[in-house]
Nanobody, 120 residues
């Protein structure tokens, strides 16, 4: 079992940057793929970006390419999402996930989410 806890979500102005963090506990997740999902008000949850266990396999949805970067520190059991040039449409609850069963949008372990609000 892996427990995931996200942090870093807050209110930010459009055009600004934000870094989300996700800490894993319970067992090492270095062999797992990891990902960030988001769910905007009134919309279904969607995968934002995902990263394979060795960092060789990556995925990003078109709307965040060139703006968002996922990274991981396996020694710290942490995953990060660097978000730049934020837009109002990035407003959502962001979830960290680990252990992909179907790449890139089916995962086993989930955090509770952290809210990001982008004001225009």
């Amino acid at each position: 079992q892996v427990q995931l806890v996200e942090s870093g979500g807050r209110l930010v102005q459009a055009g600004g940057s934000l870094r989300l963090s996700c800490v894993a506990s319970g067992q090492s997740f270095s062999d797992y793929s990891v990902a960030w999902f988001r769910q905007a008000p009134g919309k279904e949850r969607e995968v934002v970006t995902a990263l394979g266990p060795k960092g060789m396999l990556t995925y990003s949805t078109d709307s965040v390419k060139g703006r968002f970067t996922i990274s991981r520190d396996n020694a710290k059991n942490e995953v990060y999402l660097q978000m730049n040039t934020l837009k109002s449409e990035d407003t959502a609850v962001y979830y960290c996930a680990a252990h992909s069963t179907t790449w890139p949008d089916k995962f086993t372990y989930w955090g509770q989410g952290t809210r990001v609000t982008v004001s225009s």
